[in-house]
Nanobody
Framework: QVQLVESGGGLVQPGESLRLSCAAS????????MAWYRQAPGKERALVAK???????DYGDSVKGRFSISRDNARSTASLQMNNLKPEDTAVYYC???????????WGRGTQVTVSS
């Protein structure tokens, strides 16, 4: 069973930055499509950013130009650089992996990001 462990969340003020990391267990990371989702209180979980196996990226409209997703296959990690954070970015952020070969989805437990003055 693949485990995903997020880190890097916290409390920041509007305009500040945070970098989230997701560490995956096992040796198959390079074949995973990776993504970050977030869920705010009372709202559904929504896609924030995704990155394919070859590094192609896509972003939710609300974070384009502010967030950047990346991956390091050698370290089995995916990261989300979040700049110019806004109060509406407050949510629990979840790391997601899709193994296309096995058609399996994996989720981390989430990390809280709070943006408040």
């Amino acid at each position: 069973q693949v485990q995903l462990v997020e880190s890097g969340g916290g409390l920041v003020q509007p305009g500040e930055s945070l970098r989230l990391s997701c560490a995956a267990s096992g040796s198959a990371f390079s074949r995973y499509f990776m993504a970050w989702y977030r869920q705010a209180p009372g709202k559904e979980r929504a896609l924030v950013a995704k990155i394919s196996r070859d590094g192609a990226t896509d972003y939710g409209d609300s974070v384009k130009g502010r967030f950047s997703i990346s991956r390091d296959n050698a370290r089995s990690t995916a990261s989300l650089q979040m700049n110019n954070l806004k109060p509406e970015d407050t949510a629990v952020y979840y790391c997601h992996a899709w193994d296309y070969l096995l058609n399996q989805n994996y989720w981390g437990r989430g990390t809280q990001v709070t943006v408040s003055s």
